[in-house]
């Protein structure tokens, strides 16, 4: 019988499905389980791991709350998308990438039973730490409208109760691509001043924003920079995955908390990684505009492909979903039809949010280019006999 924090979390099933495409050993392979990606880091970024790996100053266990140069860069980075000046002495560390971030703010700002407002579907991951933290999540249900993503306040207000104490929001989110609008915002951040929360902002795709649309940070909206932390990661806008790099940006009155379970909990990020991340904050902003073009080319192909089937469309991001319930099978059973008949590796999202979460599959498209993605069509067809 597992502990009570691990009771109700369940397998990312991201793991189990990168390994039955593994052993396929097939390139023919269509890797659309995992969040990896094929676009390379801003210029500069590998030299400068390569020449922090001869440094002695980079094998340190200090300082402690990051490298200086890198607090500094990624509180200039949520200073320019927020609008509010961060003193990045005051305000910033330096985690062992996001999701570490998220767990980290969670374990210093949650009571056991403290309940956390998330949009649904959302990230197993992120749900998995709430539960880690000791907190409930609420879920606020994502609607269909139109073919994309929507929120409808009434479901947001009606999340609020007298346990509520976080709301962890993810703009674009993760699987879903779902973006909230600046009405969304609104909505969202008068939820959170009413509860007297904290706004727990996970920025890892912000500007992966596709269809001109323009990232908007909760920290903006009036009242909210004393009560939003924001966390940050090179992972995604930065492709620098195996950097394992984030940040986080917080107020004055709660960063000491933040820095004190940062420490306990890995010590320090790894010290070759922090000036190559660095260096890519440093990146003009054009570098996240290239890679966004490209995520958006390949999010038309595949939107192209499945014409007719019930996919959502994203709208940032690396992933779309496909909901599976007009084929009648299950996410999972599609899964391993999609392997076995099409070669095509997808994850299903047993878990991801509420109970419709098992009806829902996800395409990740950051790994696989333009060609690879035509003819998709054919081997879903082919699936489905």
């Given at each position: 019988m ?7 979390m369940?397998g ?6 990168g390994a039955l495409?593994?052993?396929l050993k097939d390139p023919n392979?269509l890797r659309?389980?995992?969040l990896d ?11 400068a791991?390569q020449q922090?790996?001869?440094l002695?100053?980079?094998?340190s266990?200090?300082?402690?709350l990051?490298?200086?140069s890198l ?6 980075l949520v200073?320019r998308?927020?609008?509010?000046a961060?003193d ?12 570490n971030?998220?767990l980290?703010?969670?374990?210093a700002?949650l009571e056991?039973g403290?309940?956390?407002v998330m ?8 749900i998995?730490?709430v539960?880690l933290a000791g907190?409930?999540p609420?879920?606020i249900?994502y ?5 994309v993503w ?5 479901h947001?207000k009606?999340?609020?109760?007298p346990r509520?104490k976080v709301?962890l929001?993810m703009?674009?989110a993760?699987?879903?691509?779902a973006?909230l609008?600046r009405a ?6 008068a939820?959170c001043?009413q ?5 727990l902002?996970d920025s890892a ?7 001109d649309l323009?990232p908007?940070?909760p920290?903006?909206?009036?009242g909210?920079a004393e009560r939003t932390i924001?966390v940050?990661a ?5 492709r620098m ?6 940040w986080?940006v ?5 960063i000491?908390?933040i820095?004190?379970?940062?420490i306990?909990?890995v010590?320090?990020p790894?010290g070759?990684?922090?000036e190559?991340?660095?260096?890519a904050?440093r ?8 890679a ?7 999010r038309d192909?595949?939107l192209?492909e499945?014409a007719g089937f ?13 909901d599976?319930t007009?084929?009648?099978l299950t996410?999972?059973e599609?899964?391993?039809?999609l392997?076995?008949?099409?070669l ?7 878990g991801?949010?509420g109970a419709?979460?098992?009806y ?7 790994n696989?280019p ?5 003819g998709?069509?054919q ?7």
């Amino acid at each position: 019988m597992p502990v009570s924090r691990l009771r109700d979390m369940a397998g990312i099933g991201v793991d189990r499905m990168g390994a039955l495409a593994d052993q396929l050993k097939d390139p023919n392979v269509l890797r659309l389980e995992n969040l990896d990606t094929d676009i390379l880091p801003p210029p500069g970024v590998i030299e400068a791991t390569q020449q922090a790996a001869t440094l002695d100053s980079a094998n340190s266990y200090l300082p402690f709350l990051g490298a200086n140069s890198l607090r500094q860069a990624a509180a200039d980075l949520v200073s320019r998308t927020s609008g509010i000046a961060y003193d990045w002495n005051n305000s910033t560390i330096v985690c062992a990438g996001g999701l570490n971030g998220i767990l980290n703010v969670l374990l210093a700002l949650l009571e056991p039973g403290d309940e956390v407002v998330m949009t649904d579907p959302i990230y197993i991951g992120l749900i998995n730490r709430v539960r880690l933290a000791g907190g409930i999540p609420v879920y606020i249900p994502y609607q269909i409208d139109g073919g994309v993503w929507r929120l409808d306040p009434e479901h947001v207000k009606a999340a609020v109760t007298p346990r509520t104490k976080v709301f962890l929001m993810m703009s674009p989110a993760m699987p879903s691509g779902a973006v909230l609008s600046r009405a969304d915002w609104e909505v969202m951040c008068a939820a959170c001043q009413q509860a007297g929360a904290w706004m727990l902002y996970d920025s890892a795709m912000e500007r992966l924003l596709f269809d001109d649309l323009e990232p908007i940070h909760p920290a903006s909206f009036a009242g909210m920079a004393e009560r939003t932390i924001t966390v940050g990661a090179v992972s995604k806008e930065y492709r620098m995955i195996g950097w394992r790099v984030g940040w986080i940006v917080a107020p004055s009155s709660i960063i000491n908390d933040i820095g004190l379970v940062n420490i306990s909990n890995v010590v320090c990020p790894v010290g070759i990684a922090q000036e190559a991340a660095a260096v890519a904050l440093r990146t003009p902003d054009s570098d996240v505009a290239a890679a966004t073009q490209e995520l958006q080319r390949r999010r038309d192909v595949l939107l192209e492909e499945l014409a007719g089937f019930s996919v959502i469309k994203p709208q940032g991001g690396w992933s779309m979903l496909m909901d599976t319930t007009p084929i009648g099978l299950t996410a999972a059973e599609f899964s391993v039809r999609l392997l076995e008949r099409g070669l095509i590796a997808a994850t299903p999202m047993t878990g991801w949010g509420g109970a419709r979460s098992e009806y829902l599959i996800r395409f990740v498209f950051s790994n696989e280019p333009v060609p690879r993605l035509k003819g998709f069509r054919q081997r879903i067809e082919a699936t489905l006999g």
